[in-house]
């Protein structure tokens, strides 16, 4: 039994699932989407943001190495607090939201984690296929900051292209 258990910890080690998943709680199943959202819209409208809804569940070890990814680097974490709102959006077999995958285009299509922008009107103005900030067994700094930067509310405002 002992052999067990240390072959199970190790297994859990080497693919980081149940250490990651196990700590953290970003997504809360039993919350009303609909309406956590839409006090996020109002948030961001007024901050002069946009949301980052981050889809996926407690159970994605990506959702929450993701999380961990942004959060964790300086850089990372002052250009999403910088632009956005950020909410969990949970899909999991306790809540799946259909209603609101279905508003927002079925970006499950995608896998998870995955990433939906919303303007300060809660205009979905783009979806984010994770695997594109991947790299390895992680995230590629330069991406995820890439991806960040192109969808702040400055780089859609059509002041900043004047000259082009």
């Known amino acids: 039994m002992k052999k067990l258990v240390i ?26 989407a609909a309406a956590d959202i839409q006090a996020a819209v109002q948030q961001a409208k007024k901050e002069g943001k946009h949301v980052l809804l981050q889809a996926g569940g407690n159970w994605c070890s990506w959702c ?11 850089q990372l974490d002052s250009a999403l607090n910088a632009n956005y709102v950020v909410y969990h959006l949970n ?8 209603p609101i995958f279905e508003k927002y285009g079925f970006a499950q299509r995608f896998g998870f984690p ?12 783009h ?30 405002d ?6 082009y």
Do not use: C, M
């Open 7 to 32: 072959i199970f910890a190790l297994f859990s080690l080497l693919t980081g699932k149940a250490a990651v998943t196990d700590t953290v709680k970003l997504y809360h199943p039993q919350a009303n």
């Open 64 to 74: 929450i190495r993701f999380h961990k990814f942004v959060t964790e680097d300086k």
């Open 91 to 98: 899909y999991s077999p306790d809540n799946l939201n259909k």
């Open 114 to 125: 995955v990433f939906i922008i919303l303007d300060g009107n809660g205009n979905r103005i």
């Open 127 to 156: 979806t984010q296929n994770s695997a594109y900030l991947e790299e390895g067994k992680g995230y590629n700094k330069q991406k995820v900051l890439d991806f960040l930067n192109s969808w702040t509310p400055a780089s859609l």
């Open 158 to 163: 059509p002041a900043n292209y004047k000259n």
